[in-house]
């Protein structure tokens, strides 16, 4: 049986490499790349490299590169959808509730 990164399907730790990425540099494809290439070359990944992050199947070939994007605009667009409620949450502000009695 394939693992999922030789089935070219995204693996946990391929998206949380790309997470730790745009956390640090909230951009988009394709700076979010460079971001990704510097992190790798540096190992600020746990440690991990480009030949261990290939392993987990973060490649940076250009024959990954479209798989590679298409992972980045999937874990932008979830964490662009999470600040949007929490940010809603906050702004929501208390939530009256009937037939409490009032502060006033």
């Known amino acids: 049986m394939?693992?999922?990164?030789?089935a070219g399907l995204p693996t946990p730790e391929a998206e949380a490499f790309v997470r730790f990425c745009y956390q640090r540099?909230?951009?988009g494809w394709p700076?979010?790349?460079?971001?990704?290439?510097?992190?790798?070359?540096?190992?600020l990944y746990r440690g991990m490299g480009t030949e261990a992050l290939a392993d987990i199947g973060v490649g940076f070939s250009l024959f990954e590169t479209p798989r590679l994007a298409q992972l980045v605009a999937q874990v932008v667009?979830?964490?662009q959808a999470a600040r949007?409620?929490?940010?809603?949450?906050?702004?929501?502000?208390?939530v009256a509730v009937p037939g409490a009695a009032s502060a006033a």
């Open 25 to 27: 540099r909230r951009v």
């Open 84 to 94: 949007r409620a929490a940010k809603a949450a906050v702004t929501v502000g208390p």
């Open 77 to 79: 667009a979830e964490e």
């Open 31 to 43: 700076e979010l790349y460079d971001e990704m290439c510097a992190v790798a070359t540096r190992g």
């Open 2 to 6: 394939l693992s999922a990164s030789a």
